[in-house]
């Protein structure tokens, strides 16, 4: 019979030794040298408590057994430790002399200390931002750890944090260690319910560390939340959780995200130019998004820092007028003392020169989204293809911090990097860029058209597509164009409504397109609150609309008011509303604002030369009025894009009836080429060559000036 000490001897070691179950298992999984050794100290403390209590409550024949139960593990584990020394483990990452920099992080994990130590000692050569995982789950830890180490090690500081408590002490750490976070990547799932949250207060710690939610294949609902979570602005992306490596596919990802929040950060890296003018001077942050808009590194330099001066200094200017460029590649490095945009670009070298008397098949004004599809169209087709472009190339697309609804993109696309690639494509097929000139006017002399240019050249050309775009109406309220795409969005953006469910949502217009986005907002959110200037719906709305608002519970129209500021630092928190006879103001909750406040086409330039309706907006084919025909070939009717000047195309949000959308506006700017072919054919003018002329040396892109710089 068991005496009840033997019992309770039993229980006790049988308890104890399944408490290590879990940790051998991940020690022998993960092949954990630093862990090993740590449990072969706690075995052999525990084992020898143990044996001095037997040995003193029993004999010694037990005692003699025990020691030798005791020496045969303590040696099986010191192998095994010795064995798998140099793996690493996140979550007991091999000690390292810790180095001088104490840290407040109180709950930051153990882990995640001496990462931070490691990497403020020098730990992780080369390092120059850190990747933060902050997961529950020991598994899913050990798999973001593993293959983002492989891929990024040499790079990154890779620092693992097990507890959302102990994120933000380690980020602010990381921060003051001289790291800035490139990325925040943890796992959303049934193990970490609150892990959403958990990102999203990423943004209060570094607003610039992207948050990165990675979800197991299948795992539906929780991508249901993620998406939502996306669209709400709590966190940036989501990954599929890697199953196997080679993880290509997850690391293609990750290495976007890592080229965005590089490219989005600016600086440390190679710069084709640098500026060296006033901080918060209008033209220098003019030159500051110029140069991010259109591709060129560019490093900003205070005329006042240090910095700035010794730049000066060493270009032997004393107080020169500000900004000052100067381009740091090719053989000449000039330096340009408060440079127009067109001697920027001159400067650049990148536009190939422009022979007198050129002729070109078509000519397409503006490099937005329509502009740069005419062009690769155009182009690849053997057309002689010149693109205008006054200010940046991408067009409206290039403000869209992240394009979610263009087909082919999941995780979406930034606007400026979708339009660098189209341009690099169109240019790659032989189309001849003129930046930074402005089409100032259009007319049709011998049978050809002339482009006349803001610097005063002519361009001559056989067809021209004109692809100028139009400017949605801003807000202009510096609080909540900071968070557009977080909480604020302009026009209808229906793919966000799904993640409005149960939501308070307001939308600001009066027009059709506000009435239709309000009656598709209200299917999913609780609330949705349209918000009129005007005293009534009825001069702008159409009937059927203002009474569909009327009878839906959910949607509620606020007359005579207007948004003039709200809050929030992740996204949208509130609003505030001016009630317009009064001016008295209310802040008032709310998740997300609609802005649809219409949008004004860019087509001044061209005086009376082409049919436009009365806001201004390009009408084409069937839209023209019937007399159009006059002057034109005899049965000749105007082509589905054609405006009234035969031969002239109009493409994107600048044509009337176009859907504003980059989609539809790369559609039609593709489009418009055989309608090009068909016209250039009905006048004999056959397309001058195939073209695959390389451009001239010295004529790098904008984008190839960085690779050429390596
Ligand atoms: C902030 C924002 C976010 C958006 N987000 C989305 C989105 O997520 N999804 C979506 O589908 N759509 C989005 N849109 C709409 C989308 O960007 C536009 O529908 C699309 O860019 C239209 O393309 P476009 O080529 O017709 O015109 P634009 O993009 O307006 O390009 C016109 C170009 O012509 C140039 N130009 C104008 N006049 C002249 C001239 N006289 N001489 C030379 N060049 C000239 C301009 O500088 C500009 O580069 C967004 C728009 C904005 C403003």
Not at 126 to 155: F, M, N, Q, W
Not at 541 to 550: H, T, V
Not at 553 to 559: E, G, T, W
Request: glycine share 10%; with cysteine.
């Amino acid at each position: 019979m068991l005496t009840i000490t033997q019992v309770a001897g039993f229980a006790g070691a049988g308890l104890a030794g399944a408490a290590y179950v879990p940790q051998i298992t991940h020690l022998i999984r993960a092949r954990c040298s630093a862990g090993v050794s740590r449990l072969a100290f706690e075995i052999w403390l525990l084992a020898s408590l143990l044996v001095a209590a037997r040995a003193i409550a029993i004999h010694a024949g037990v005692f003699i057994v025990l020691s030798g139960i005791q020496v045969a593990a303590t040696t099986l584990i010191m192998f095994y430790a010795a064995r798998y020394k140099d793996a690493r483990c996140p979550i007991h990452p091999p000690r390292q002399p810790r180095a001088k920099m104490t840290t407040k992080a109180a709950g930051t994990t153990t882990a995640a200390h001496e990462e931070l130590a490691a990497a403020a000692s020098g730990g992780t050569a080369g390092a120059g931002a850190a990747i933060v995982i902050v997961c529950r789950e020991p598994g899913v830890r050990e798999i973001l750890h593993r293959e983002l180490s492989k891929r990024y090690g040499a790079d990154y500081q890779i620092v693992v944090c097990d507890r959302s408590a102990g994120l933000a002490p380690c980020m602010r750490d990381l921060l003051s260690a001289g790291l800035p976070v490139a990325l925040v990547i943890g796992e959303v799932g049934a193990q970490d319910p609150d892990s959403v949250e958990v990102l999203a207060a990423v943004r209060a710690i570094d607003p610039t560390a992207p948050r990165v939610a990675v979800v197991r294949w299948g795992d539906w609902e929780s991508m249901r939340s993620v998406f939502d979570a996306v669209t709400l602005g709590k966190i940036d992306h989501w990954v599929t959780r890697p199953s196997r490596s080679p993880a290509e596919e997850f690391h293609r990802s990750i290495t976007e995200f890592l080229m965005e929040w590089g490219s989005q950060r600016g600086g440390g890296g190679f710069e084709a130019a640098q500026v060296v003018g006033e901080r918060w001077s209008a033209r220098s942050q003019e030159l500051r998004d110029l140069f991010f808009r259109n591709r060129v590194p560019a490093g900003f330099y205070d005329a006042a820092s240090g910095h700035g001066r010794q730049i000066l200094r060493e270009l032997g200017l004393e107080s020169p007028e500000l900004p000052v460029v100067v381009l740091r590649f090719g053989t000449d490095r000039p330096a340009l003392v408060n440079p127009s945009n067109l001697e920027i670009a001159d400067a650049i070298g990148v536009m190939r020169p422009i022979a007198a008397g050129e002729i070109f098949d078509v000519a397409v004004v503006g490099a937005g989204p329509a502009g740069l599809a005419a062009a690769v169209y155009a182009s690849s087709e053997g057309l002689r293809t010149v693109v205008v472009e006054h200010e940046a190339i991408a067009g409206q697309a290039g403000t869209s911090s992240m394009i979610r609804n263009y087909p082919g993109f999941s995780q979406g696309i930034t606007g400026a990097q979708l339009a660098q690639e189209t341009w690099q494509q169109a240019w790659t097929f032989g189309t001849t860029f003129v930046y930074m000139r402005r089409a100032e006017s259009l007319s049709r002399i011998d049978g050809h058209y002339r482009l006349r240019l803001s610097d005063g050249r002519v361009l001559i050309t056989r067809t021209v597509i004109i692809a100028t775009g139009a400017a949605y109406r801003r807000l202009g309220i510096p609080h909540l164009e900071h968070l557009q795409g977080r909480g604020v969005f302009y026009g209808a953006a229906v793919s966000e409504a799904p993640a409005m469910r149960g939501r308070n949502v307001f939308v600001a217009g009066a027009g059709n397109s506000a009435g239709q986005t309000a009656l598709h907002l209200a299917k999913w959110a609780s609330r949705v609150t349209v918000l009129v200037r005007a005293p009534s719906l009825a001069g702008s709305m159409s009937d059927y609309l203002i009474r569909q608002i009327g009878a839906t519970p959910n949607v509620d129209v606020c007359y005579r008011v207007q948004v003039v500021d709200g809050t929030g630092t992740g996204g949208l928190e509130s609003l505030v509303l001016e009630d317009t006879p009064s001016g008295t103001r209310r802040s008032v909750p709310a998740d997300a604002l609609f802005v649809l406040i219409g949008s004004q086409p860019r087509t001044q330039w061209l005086g009376e030369a082409v049919a436009r309706d009365q806001l201004g907006f390009i009408r084409t084919g069937p839209d023209l009025p019937p007399d159009t025909g006059s002057g034109w070939p005899p049965g000749r009717q105007p082509l589905p894009m054609e405006t009234s000047l035969p031969g002239v195309f109009a493409a994107g949000d600048v044509r009337r009836g176009s859907v504003k959308r980059v989609a539809s506006a790369v559609g039609e700017g593709a489009a418009t080429i055989p309608l090009v072919h068909r016209h250039l054919h009905s006048t004999a003018a056959v397309p001058a060559r195939r073209r695959a002329v390389p451009p001239p040396p010295g004529s790098a892109p904008a984008a190839g000036i960085q690779a050429a710089a390596r």
